[in-house]
């Protein structure tokens, strides 16, 4: 009997709505196909504090039909 190998799925963060405080997001100055998200996430379920939050970087391929001087 052949198994069927578990689907390939790309990693998916689902964001809620945040603030210039919270994320950022710019072109690589060395390539700029490529950008780089920050965001502050929590390090625990309830933060109370600054100390609970930590920056997260999500490094992206920009698609091709993105121009090398688009804004993002």
Not at 37 to 47: E, H, I, N
Not at 48 to 69: E, F, G, I, R
Request: neutral net charge.
């Amino acid at each position: 009997m052949f198994e069927e190998p578990a689907p390939r799925l790309p990693h998916m963060l689902l964001l809620a709505v945040c603030d210039g405080q919270q994320a950022t997001i710019e072109r690589s100055a060395t390539e700029p196909p490529k950008a780089l998200l920050r965001l502050q996430l929590p390090t625990r379920s309830d933060p109370q504090k600054y100390a609970d939050w930590t920056w997260a970087k999500c490094p992206s391929a920009l698609p091709p039909t993105v121009p090398a001087n688009a804004v993002i």
